[in-house]
């Protein structure tokens, strides 16, 4: 808050409110920390500080458990694939075009000579694939120095060599004048292994994380809804275990799905789910506590059982986060899917020759009502 008396009474608030419920402040406080803008750190600081001092342990843990999810959240393989992608289509679609535009241009000019030009081209390509040096470089380093964990071990040995050969081979080509789409043939490859490898349904924690995999009756409560913490009194369940393995669910972020063992021996799921930002997310779902109390609140709201249907949902920065997951319930994208299928079925039925183009053919496709669909029998 822009008033300093205001700011200072919210800020002694939070931090009365952390040294009662600590398990209401612990997350937002150690995530906002390293996430939160120059001006409103210092004030993220001062909460994370006075919880250290109170429940040391508490945020140590909470800190360590918060770095190995954004470990796991975006693996290697992920990210490669999605840098590739990018560097792909930049390069064919623009950089590789305007290399040979100045080329020509370079060309065209008389007063240059032989060496001067080649010369001249060779800075060039040099200043124009420097954006994609950098991303490449950058996934590299990521490859070569992150060797912590036994995942991260044999990626570096499956794939260091080739990204290191391919980068190589893109930062200075043999001839600059001939450079065309075949510089990207190398990632096109690499892309197409890690692509195959990366299809992998589970993967065992102690792999990628032996941290959370030795994690044993810890103080972190499990991430829940804010509301249910209702007194000082109330038992806070902590994270005993993780289970031994991590499932990956095949959508476009590849989310995670792991299952905490609670203290009071009951097992929580949730989606860890990477490159999204779950703030807004977040936002949402604490609008809905209120319009749930609001509702508690209303006699008759209560005798018609009038409520939001909400979950958890806990940012561990500004890429990933956990959502808390719902039993019993089904993706909007699976019901999506079931009815494409059923579509694409029946618009093939039983007897049709799609591939015949006699005359004859297309006017028995036309008038062969009542045909059954070959899947879900309904008459087409």
């Not at 972020?253 to 490159?275: D, E």
């Not at 940012?315 to 299928?341: C, D, M, N, R």
């Amino acid at each position: 808050h822009p008033e300093a008396f205001v700011s200072g009474q919210v800020m002694g608030l939070i931090k009365r409110i952390g040294r009662d419920h600590p398990s209401l402040t612990v997350y937002p406080a150690v995530v906002d920390t390293c996430t939160a803008n120059e001006f409103e750190q210092p004030q993220y600081h001062q909460i994370v500080t006075d919880l250290r001092d109170h429940f040391p342990a508490l945020v140590k843990e909470v800190t360590l458990m918060i770095s190995e999810f954004s470990r796991i959240a975006t693996m290697w393989e992920e990210r490669c694939i999605v840098t590739l992608r990018q560097v792909q289509s930049d390069v064919a679609n623009s950089r590789l075009r305007r290399i040979k535009e100045e080329i020509k241009r370079v060309d065209r000019n008389v007063t240059l000579t032989t060496e001067e030009k080649e010369e001249f081209i060779k800075e060039t390509y040099e200043s124009i694939m420097a954006p994609i040096v950098v991303k490449l470089e950058r996934l590299l380093k990521d490859l070569e120095e992150n060797k912590i964990t036994p995942y991260e071990r044999r990626i570096s040995e499956i794939y260091g060599d080739l990204l290191r050969s391919a980068f190589n081979s893109f930062k200075k080509p043999q001839d600059y004048r001939a450079v065309d789409q075949h510089i990207l043939e190398p990632f096109k490859d690499l892309m197409k292994r890690v692509t195959r490898n990366s299809k992998r349904a589970l993967y065992k924690l102690s792999s990628l994380s032996p941290v959370l995999a030795n994690t044993k009756s810890s103080s972190i409560p499990i991430p829940t809804l804010q509301s249910q913490v209702s007194n000082k009194r109330t038992r806070v369940v902590t994270i005993q275990s993780f289970e031994p393995t991590i499932a990956v669910l095949p959508s476009k972020t590849k989310p995670k799905k792991i299952v905490m063992r609670g203290s009071n021996g009951s097992k929580y799921t949730y989606l860890l789910k990477g490159r999204e930002d779950l703030h807004l997310d977040e936002r949402i779902m604490q609008f809905l506590t209120i319009v749930n109390q609001t509702l508690d609140r209303s006699s008759e709201a209560a005798s018609r059982s009038l409520r939001a249907r909400n979950y958890a949902v806990i940012p561990i920065s500004t890429s990933s986060g956990l959502i808390q997951w719902v039993e019993h319930s089904t993706p909007l994208f699976t019901t999506y899917k079931a009815w494409q299928k059923k579509y694409s079925c029946c618009a093939n039925p039983v007897g049709v020759n799609k591939s015949s183009s006699s005359r004859k053919t297309r006017a028995r496709t036309r008038t062969n009502y009542g045909t059954k669909c070959r899947f879900c029998l309904c008459v087409v």
